[in-house]
């Protein structure tokens, strides 16, 4: 089976990032919305395997929220 590559897209990233400027005219670099781009694909994908992970702790077989809120706060820490 291949993997399918996915990712954000760079307006995307862009918008999130400008939800928490404070000036207005805060420019961000083409470099730096990809690397912002990988970092959130990382994550998301990390935090899609440790909810897996602890859906398959507790027995089931589908991931629901309340595994992705169990294994958040420690994600959380491990990409500070």
């Known amino acids: ?3 399918r590559e996915g990712g954000f897209r760079k307006e ?3 918008r999130l990032l400008r939800l ?3 000036d207005g005219r805060t420019r961000v670099n083409g ?3 990809l690397l912002m781009a990988e970092l959130l694909k990382v994550f998301v994908r990390e935090a899609a395997a440790r909810a897996a992970r602890q859906a398959q702790a507790e027995d089931l ?3 629901d ?3 992705v809120e169990k294994v958040l706060p420690q994600l959380l820490l491990d990409f500070v």
């Open 1 to 3: 089976m291949e993997e």
């Open 61 to 63: 077989e589908k991931v």
């Open 12 to 14: 995307t990233v862009e």
């Open 20 to 22: 928490h400027f404070r």
């Open 31 to 33: 470099d730096a919305l």
């Open 65 to 67: 929220i309340e595994h």
